[in-house]
T-cell receptor
């Protein structure tokens, strides 16, 4: 069965500093990978996704992620964060043969301080 | 605003009761997904409908059921409610089935007392 591990439940960082949110997945088959963001009292919004091709994926709001098949990781990065990036971030995986079923990680709370 | 609407925003009910949550997908989207977000279980996929037919099923309890109507709106029915059913229930929609972007609604917060 697939699973997603987000290694950090909370990541505090100062504004304009770089950040990396870690995500590892477990699957016996090929997968699609996603990062979603959830702002307070809102639904989830897709940041970026990896389906195939280049392992470096660029998303909205200056975020990017790199798919590493050998390490089964899909870490999210941003070179310089803003206060407005404060939110909950979820990594998700789906089996390419069952793409509608998203399996989510437990989330990482990114707190950006001035 | 994702274009997905959910009603009601909040719902408080007692154990043993039954409730219905409603979702209207984005205009033109044929797929509707239901998710449950709770502190205990995190964000879990419940069920997906595509153009009126059930397409995929996740960790949905037998006490829960859903349907998608001809106008493509969907309802999630939760019965014999237990305290543990208290959660945020999200609906999402996508244009089709497969690896298409899912657009999430703002959620319905259910509190069972």
């Amino acid at each position: 069965a697939q699973s997603v591990t987000q290694l950090d439940s909370q990541v505090p960082v100062f504004e304009e500093a770089p950040v990396e949110l870690r995500c590892n997945y477990s699957s016996s088959v090929s997968v699609y990978l996603f990062w979603y963001v959830q702002y307070p009292n809102q639904g989830l919004q897709l940041l970026l996704k990896y389906l195939s091709g280049s392992t470096l994926v660029k998303g909205i709001n200056g975020f990017e992620a790199e798919f590493n098949k050998s390490q089964t990781s899909f870490h999210l990065r941003k070179p310089s964060v803003h206060i407005s990036d404060t939110a909950e971030y979820f990594c998700a995986v789906s089996d390419i043969g069952d793409a509608d079923k998203l399996i989510f990680g437990t989330g990482t709370r990114l707190q950006v301080f001035p | 605003d994702s274009g997905v609407t959910q009603t009601p925003k909040h719902l408080i009910t007692a154990t043993g009761q039954r409730v219905t949550l409603r979702c209207s997908p984005r205009s033109g989207d044929l797929s509707v997904y239901w998710y449950q977000q709770s502190l205990d279980q995190g964000l879990q996929f419940l069920i997906q409908y595509y153009n009126g037919e059930e397409r995929a099923k996740g960790n949905i309890l037998e006490r829960f059921s859903a349907q998608q109507f001809p106008d493509l709106h969907s309802e999630l029915n939760l019965s014999s409610l237990e305290l543990g059913d208290s959660a945020l229930y999200f609906c999402a929609s996508s244009v089709a089935s497969g690896n298409y972007e899912q657009y999430f609604g703002p959620g319905t917060r259910l509190t069972v007392t």
